[in-house]
Structures are given as C-alpha cells and as structure tokens.
C-alpha cells in the first residue's frame, strides 16, 4: 500500500521516474568492534605463524570490507584466490631476504641494481597491483577490470623523465651562472657567490618538480579511472589537471595553518618551560635537565607529526572528493560525493591520538570510521536500473606477486 | 508449510539471487547444501525452470563466505562461485544453519573469530609457543644457519670493526713488548690446549686465524672479534697487577674470549638479530613499530646473556684442560666491575672485593647483556657453573 508522500516529494520522485535516474546511498554495515575481532584474530594468527599468516589476513580483511560495503544493496565481492596471494607474498619475502642480505654484507653493486630495476619496474609493478584489485572486485557477479597494457602505464609516467631533464637542467645552469673568477677572488671569501638568478633557478627547478610530482599523481589516476570497467563498460574521468594544481595549493595553506596554530601554542609552552628550568637550574641541575631535554625532544616528535597530519588527511579527504565527485561508469552510472573535509580531518586527528596514546589497539576502530565516513559520503546515481550491465567473460585475474609488492611498499588494499 | 511426516527434503533449500558473471540481472534460485564427505556440497535451482537442470558445484569449487559474529549475522552474505558468477543471500540466519545441518566445519580463524574461549585458547598456546621458540628455536636456528657463514666473511667484518675502533677510542697499547709476548704465549697455548679436545668444538672444522692485539682506551675491557682475533686493552692487565693476580686471571679471561670466537657468537648473533627482526617486522609491524623494536632489542639482550654463560661455560672447560685455576679470574671480574663502578678513579691497591658484596641488582642485571657479575664470580671460584653441560 502507498504511503500518502508530501506533495513536493511526490513531485520530486516523479521526475526521477521521467528520466529514470536513481539515487543509491553507498552503506557500509560493519563495525569497529567486530572488525576488532578480525583484526586481533589476524594479528595472533601472523605472530604464530611468525608472519607467514600475513597473505591470509589480508584476504579476511579485504573480504570483511567488502562484504559489509552494500552498493546499490548489493555487497562486494573480493574474490582474490588465495593460492596467489601466498605465491606473491612468499616472492616478496625471498626478494626482501635477498635485498637485506646484500645491504648487510655491503655487495653495493647488488643494492644498487636492486634499487636501479625496482625504479625501472615500480610503473609495471602499480599497474598489476591495480590489475589485481579490480580483477578481484566483483558486484552482482560482474568483474571490475583494468585494462591499462604496460605501454600506456609508462607513457602515462612522463613526467619521472621530465623531471630527470629539469634536474639536469638545473645542474647544468647552476654551472654555467657560477661565477668565474672564482679562484682570483682571494681568501677573504670563503662561500661562491649565490646570485639572484641562481637563486631564481633552484626555485624554479623546485616549482617544476612539484608539477611534476603533482602531473604523475594526476595521469595515474586518470589511467587508473578511464581504463577501469565494469562488465563492458568503461570508466569516465572528469577532474582536469589544474583541479590537482589547487588541491595542492590548498594543501600547503592547510599545512602553512597547521604550523601557525602549532607555533602560536608551542610559544605559551615554551615560555612556561623556561621558567621551569630556571627553576631546576637553581635546584640540582643533572638528573632534571636530562629529563627535560628528553621530554622536549619527544614533544618536538609529537609537534612534527601533528604539523603534518591536518595537511594529509585534508589532501585525502580532498581528494577523495574530488574524485568521487567526478568519476562515473560510461552513461548509466555516476557518483556524487558529499564528504565534509573538515570533519574528516578531525575525525583523523582524533583516531591518531587514541592509536598513539593505546600503543596501536584502537587502529581497527579508527580504520572503519574513516572507511565509514568516506564511503557513506558517496551515493551512486543510476540511469536504467541495476539490472542492464552485460559482462564480459572475464578470466580470473593473475598477478598476485604485483599486489604484495605494492602492499610492501605501503599502498593499501582498502583505501 | 510441509505437514509433519511428509518425505524430508533432501536439505535445506534457501532462497537466493543468482549472478551468473554475464550480466548484472539477478535470477531468484533456490540453494540447497548436501553432506559430503569433504564438506558440503552446493545446489543452485532456478526458481523459474522448477524441473530445470540443477548446478551442483562440489565444496572446493565453491568461495564460502567466512561467519564474522555469532551474534550479528552479516545483512547480505555473498557466496562466490567462481566461473559461475555468485548467489546473494538475504535469508542469513537460515543460511547458517543450513551449512550447520550439512555439517560444515569452520575454519579456524572463524572459530577463533566467533567465540571467545577457542580465541582464548589460541592466545595461550600462541603465547605459550612463541616464548618457546624465542627462547630456543631462533638460537638452535642460529646455530645452524651459522655453518654457512664463510671464515672470510667474518674476518673481512672484525678488520672492519677494529679499524673503526681504531679511528675512534682505541689507541695503541704502551703495555711492554715482552709482557705482550709473554700472553700472546698464553694465548697461543690455550688455542692448542683447546684443538685437542673435540668436546670444546662446536663447530668441527672450523678454523679461525688466532691472534691476540693489546690496545688502550677503553678502560679494563677485553672483547672478542668474529675471525679469531682477540683484544685486550692495558687497563684490564694493570687492574690484574694491581689486585697482586697473576696471569691465571688474563689466562682465565682469553679463554672466555677464545670461547665467543670457537662459538662464533657474533655471528649466530647477526644471523638472529636479521631473522628475529624480520619475523617481528612482519608479525608486530601492524600492530606498533615501536613495540617491534622494543622486542627485538629484550630477546637479543637474553641471547647475548646466553652467550656469556657459554662462553664462561668453555672457559671453565678449557682451563680445566690446561690445568689452570678459574678462581683469580672470578676476582678479576670483580675488581672489573668495581673499577668501571669507580670511574677507574680507584688507584689504591687493595684485595679482591669479597663476592658477596657485589650481588646482582635486579635493573642492571636485566639491562646488562652480562649476567650479574657476583654470580659469574661465584662460579669461576667454585670452578663450576650451574647450566654448564
């Protein structure tokens, strides 16, 4: 039977039913306390098996998110095969003990080649880390895929080139501004002469490498979006370079406010600190000091990592935003994001300082708000209905061994 | 409703939705789950074709989703039936007990996941064997491990470490070039003494370059480098003059040396440090790094404790062999610890401090990679240590 509805509502539903576009909020029905119970499982069954439980944990852990993550009703799927993930986790293991084993025993030659083929891999290894993700992520039964082949991955990494170029361009300019006579200009001077447009040079090679820096950032996700699909239908891709270029910016005034605030309060600490010396000093100096030039170090600690943490879960946030508000699945699908980027930045500070202050046993709570918060922000935007996306025969994705490198150098399977 | 007595089904059937990876339309089926021998089998039938041709997909072709509270059962349990798309469950409760009454067994990580007391259970056994193994399955591993490590490679690391040494707070020894010839001849006969007695050998065919250097700088010290090369600085001969020992004391002192390098301490001490780190990286670095560390650095002090009981362990064994006693060796430890408590500042001659007079402060002997000095004394009078085989 139908609900009597408010005029208006009325009005507003039915010119969605005209152009048969729906709004589906994205849910996420887990808990911190339960996904404390994976997590702590996870973490006894690692020590036990002295690490070697590690590929497992990820998969309940990627499976308990997915699973509890309801799009458009229906749950994810991460269909991962296990077999696969130990392969990859037990080459990275063996590739690690190499490494180590030649750093320890100083065969440079060894560690620089290392070093020199995991530069030159790093683009192949992220895509098949990618290709591995969303091969293994399935909704009502259709794959995701990355379809990126390796040509496209390292044209997309131009700008680690281009920054090599502005480097060297730096370097050589540098050279040629020097100033000649440096060796009749006597003793007195001790320092070459740094003129205006050296100066002028190293920071324009400093502005050039942040671009750089922001345009790979920009081109690896755009790949990562417009070469995604879902059955037979490909991604769609909106944000421009310069929305990257803002984002950045802002990111550095947060950073710059941070600081500021930070200072402001450190100065009243400060002030009380010296006339806590003071008083020390007047007692027995020793024992005191040391305790005193310890706990500032320890607070100096604290202040870095306080500076930093408002200005990267902005960038997150931001981005995240950004991103969610702009992407889409060919014409039948699109997001709408609307994530609160200063609630998200508390919520951040907050879960950080309870990690710290309970050594780390509060993570698994601060992970599901913050999954939480994120996901729920997102609603999926439907044209058509649910029902009309055709697959493609898919195979099961391969590529375990690019996923547990990419897990060994920090990039997290649930973001 | 079935009336009672009516022919029991063959299982539980659960309502479902079908995907079968062609498209995202959903089919309404019917799941049923059969008891076999190597878990639950899984039925899918149509719901519109009721006579149709059934998919029976044994228990390894099927991705069971895992139970992740007792309590709370999941709003929406998805099973992956790999090349054949996956069924979405609404119906969960009924789900679960239908995997119950086909006999499925969960897996450990759900048991331990969904009760307490099998979590619990783990956790002692986990605790219980984790200590086990710190405690004697990384030194065994060690051992082992340390076979392989090349004499060269040790010696390329002492020459390394001295000439860092060097650079730094060592200088070169004043010590007479007789009195450093009269203990090199010691030293010489105690490496001898020990080739003949295959019991002192844990290491059968290993064959270091034995020497023995003097250096100053570094108060009364003596130390052993990998390789077979042994230091001892001025200060710990003075302090043996001074307290009237005779060389029986320095004798007792290069065996304990010669002990670390026939044990090859430093290098089963490497070899553990990289493997301990690397397993606590991997099973603690989720949780904190911090507490990593912290773990890595109290077990590698108790190995290094083990090893200085080992090695007074060969000592006492060796200077037995050369028919030495071990006593003015426990008061030369002694008038060691008292002279580095000192500062060296205590010039004036005097007699051996009495043992009893120097029992193990709990901190420092839980901080101090050398088991309490009092106690070691104690044993290199008596001329035998308790835990010696």
Redesign the interface.
């Given at each position: 039977m139908p609900r009597p509805a408010p005029p208006g509502a009325a009005r507003m539903h039915a010119s969605f039913a005209s152009q048969d576009i729906e709004p589906h909020p994205l849910r996420f029905?887990?808990?911190g306390a339960?996904f404390l119970?994976?997590?702590?499982?996870?973490?006894?069954?690692?020590?036990?098996t002295?690490?070697?439980y590690?590929p497992?944990a990820r998969r309940?852990t990627a499976?308990?998110f997915f699973?509890?993550t309801?799009v458009a009703?229906?749950?994810l799927?991460f269909?991962a095969q296990q077999r696969r993930m130990v392969v990859g986790f037990l080459v990275v293991v063996l590739l690690?003990?190499a490494y180590?084993l030649a750093a320890?025993?100083g065969q440079d030659v060894a560690v620089g080649l290392f070093i020199l083929a995991g530069a030159a891999l790093a683009p192949l290894i992220w895509s098949s880390a990618m290709r591995f993700r969303l091969g293994n992520t399935?909704?009502?039964?259709?794959?995701l895929q990355f379809t990126a082949d390796w040509r496209e991955v390292y044209r997309a990494s131009w700008p680690v080139f281009a920054l090599a170029l502005v480097w060297l361009a730096v370097f050589f300019g540098l050279q040629a501004l020097a100033p000649a006579p440096l060796e009749g200009a006597g003793a007195g001077r001790k320092l070459p002469q740094v003129g205006a447009p050296m100066v002028a040079l190293v920071l324009l090679g400093l502005v050039l490498t942040v671009l750089c820096l922001i345009r790979i950032d920009f081109n690896y996700r755009s790949l990562l979006v417009l070469r995604a699909s879902l059955?037979t239908e490909p991604g769609r891709w909106k944000p421009v370079y310069m929305d990257f270029v803002r984002l950045w910016l802002a990111t550095v005034g947060v950073f710059l406010v941070s600081i500021l605030v930070l200072s402001l309060l450190l100065a009243g600490l400060v002030g009380g600190s010296f006339a806590m010396v003071k008083a020390l000093g007047q007692g027995q100096s020793g024992m005191g000091m040391v305790l005193f030039l310890i706990a500032a170090f320890v607070a100096l600690l604290l202040v870095l990592f306080l500076a930093t943490a408002p200005a990267r879960a902005y960038r997150e946030a931001a981005l995240f935003r950004l991103t969610w508000n702009n992407i889409g699945v060919s014409r039948i699908a699109r997001f709408k994001c609307d994530l609160r980027v200063g609630r998200y930045v508390l919520l951040r500070l907050r879960n950080m300082l309870l990690t710290l202050v309970t050594?780390?046993?509060f993570?698994p709570f601060a992970v599901v708000s913050e999954y939480r918060m994120k996901l729920e922000s997102v609603t999926l935007h439907i044209k058509g209905g649910?029902?009309?996306?055709?697959?493609t025969?898919a195979r099961?994705q391969t590529g375990g061994i690019g996923d547990a490198l990419a897990d060994a150098a920090g990039l997290e399977l649930i973001v | 409703m079935p009336a009672p007595g009516a022919t029991p089904a063959p299982a539980a059937l659960v309502p479902a939705r079908?995907?079968?990876?062609?498209?995202?339309?959903?089919r309404a089926v019917l799941v049923g789950l059969h008891p076999a021998p190597g878990g639950p089998s899984l039925s899918v039938h149509p719901v519109a074709a009721p006579g149709g041709e059934a998919l029976h997909l044994p228990w390894r072709e099927v991705?069971w989703?895992?139970a992740?509270?007792a309590r709370?059962p999941?709003?929406?349990?998805?099973v992956?039936l790999?090349?054949h798309?996956?069924l979405?469950i609404d119906a969960v409760a009924a789900w679960h007990s239908a995997l119950a009454a086909a006999g499925d067994r969960p897996r450990?990580?759900q048991r331990?996941?969904t009760r307490w007391g099998i979590?619990l259970a783990?956790?002692l056994?986990?605790v219980l064997?984790?200590a086990l193994?710190y405690r004697y399955g990384t030194p065994w591993l060690a051992t082992q491990l340390a076979r392989w490590v090349p004499l060269g490679?040790e010696t390329a690391l002492a020459d390394q470490g001295l000439a860092q040494m060097d650079d730094g707070m060592l200088k070169p020894s004043q010590l007479p070039r007789a009195r450093q010839e009269a203990l090199r001849a010691r030293f010489q006969g105690l490496t001898q003494a020990m080739a003949t007695v295959p019991a002192l050998q844990r290491y059968p065919g290993y064959a270091p370059q034995w020497s023995l250097q003097f250096r100053r700088g570094m108060g009364a010290n003596a130390f052993a480098l990998p390789g077979g090369t042994v230091v001892l600085t001025d200060e710990i001969v003075q302090v043996a003059a001074r307290q009237g020992l005779g060389d029986e004391a320095l004798a007792g002192v290069l065996a304990h040396e010669i002990g670390h390098v026939a044990y090859r301490h430093t290098t089963r001490m490497?070899v553990q440090q990289?493997v301990l780190q690397?397993?606590l990286?991997?099973?603690?670095g989720?949780?904190?790094g911090?507490?990593a560390s912290g773990s890595a650095l109290l077990t590698a002090m108790s190995y290094s404790r083990a090893h200085e009981r080992e090695a007074d362990c060969f000592a006492l064994g060796l200077m037995r062999r050369a028919a030495l006693p071990t006593a003015p060796m426990g008061d030369l430890l002694l008038a060691m610890a008292q002279d580095a408590r000192s500062g060296g500042k205590d010039r004036q001659p005097g007699k051996a401090t009495e043992p009893g007079q120097d029992e193990a402060h709990p901190v420092w002997s839980l901080l101090s990679s050398h088991p309490d000095t009092a106690g070691r004394a104690r044993a290199l009078r008596a001329g035998q240590a308790p835990g010696c085989s």
């Open positions: 029905t887990g808990s339960e119970r994976v997590w702590i499982v996870n973490v006894l069954l690692t020590i036990v002295l690490g070697f590690t497992w309940r499976q308990y699973g509890h309801l009703g229906s749950p799927e269909t690690t003990l180590k320890s025993t399935r909704w009502r039964g259709l794959r059955g050594l780390g046993l993570r649910v029902d009309q996306v055709a697959g025969l099961q | 079908w995907f079968d990876g062609r498209s995202s339309q959903a991705g989703p895992e992740w509270s709370r999941q709003q929406r349990v998805v992956d790999h090349a798309g996956s979405e450990l990580a331990m996941q979590f783990m956790l056994a986990g064997g984790l193994f490679w490497l990289g690397m397993g990286e991997l099973a603690l989720d949780v904190s911090l507490l």
